[in-house]
């Protein structure tokens, strides 16, 4: 547990929402199954197996301390969140939970919940990818340039969010889950870009009349879970997904693949897309942020690129 308390006592106090540990990426192997997060101004420790109380005093003391000396003013508050055996479980063990909690990521504005739930609103391994969108769209703001896009599997829209703060023309999102939708409203209220986003909250594949019709789109963000029963099954449903992109880009669209699961590598996705969109063509894959190093590319976070072919001339 040593590079974990290591972490801690060399952290600086975040302004945005990061990763401080992450134990999952298997670099340090006494602490594989720990990560912890700032979600300002609450701590909170994931843990992927039990934690003794001996283990979690150490690390409350070792949070306990640097806090007091990066802000000996303000109120300590950490959370511990064990998720094991399908079971997840969240306990407060400092001060509070601000409600409503809202959090930072380079200017934008996201509302979290860090007390209850396996995931808090904000995925934060997906810095890098929002980062992505934002310049995108930056980089086409003209009238004839402003960018359409579509966010397949929103969540609470921080894709949308960031691109609608870079100018986009219109963003649609698209959700199974009508709570996290309204917790997507609430970001885009609070960030001032309501009014050009629109929110579906259905099924993505019974739904193809109502997304075709919004489209072609600039760009299209498919960001999914990679196992969700009744939803989406990576190994099953990503690739009839795939089939479908070509017929909603436009012309030189480009296309977001994003996948987070560790057993499935890259070339899952590129042997897809080479099976069931070859049109399209490769353009980079995303780095990750530095605070989620992992010992394997191939079983960290894939965010991938693609394009369409632009018009003949």
């Known amino acids: 547990m040593q590079p974990l308390l290591d972490a801690i006592a060399s952290t600086h106090l975040p302004v945005d929402a990061q990763r401080i540990f992450h134990g999952r990426g298997g670099l340090h192997s006494d602490c594989a199954h720990l990560s912890l997060d700032f979600f300002p101004p609450v701590w909170v420790l994931t843990s992927f197996q039990p934690v003794t109380d001996e283990e979690l005093a150490a690390i409350g003391s070792a949070l306990a301390r640097r806090w007091e000396q990066l802000a000996p003013s303000e109120t300590f508050n950490w959370v511990v969140q064990c998720r094991h055996e399908g079971q997840s479980s969240t306990q407060v063990m400092a001060g509070s939970v601000p409600d409503p909690h809202w959090v930072s990521e380079e200017g934008a504005r996201y509302r979290v919940n860090v007390g209850r739930g396996q995931n808090h609103g904000l995925f934060l ?33 921080a894709f949308s969010v960031v691109a609608l703060q870079a100018g986009a023309r219109h963003v649609t999102n698209l959700d199974m889950s009508k709570g996290a939708l309204a917790i997507g409203q609430q970001n885009h209220r609070a960030n001032g870009v309501l009014d050009n986003a629109s929110f579906l909250p259905h099924d993505i594949f019974s739904s193809w009349g109502k997304i075709t019709r919004g489209g072609p789109y600039s760009l299209i963000v498919v960001d999914p879970p990679s196992y969700q029963k009744g939803s989406f099954v990576a190994t099953k449903d990503y690739a009839r997904l795939i089939k479908r992109i070509p017929d909603l880009l436009e012309p030189n669209g480009h296309v977001l693949l994003c996948l987070n699961a560790p057993e499935l590598g890259p070339d899952f996705l590129r042997q897809h897309v080479s099976d069931m969109a070859p049109e399209l063509v490769f353009v980079e894959r995303l780095a990750n942020p530095s605070s989620f190093s992992d010992v394997s590319n191939e079983r960290s976070l894939k965010v991938l690129v693609y394009r369409s072919l632009p018009v003949p001339a």
């Open 125 to 157: 391994d997906m810095a890098e990818g929002r980062r992505w969108v934002q310049a995108f769209v930056k980089a086409r703001t003209t009238p004839r340039s402003r960018v359409r896009v579509l966010n397949l599997f929103a969540y609470t829209c």
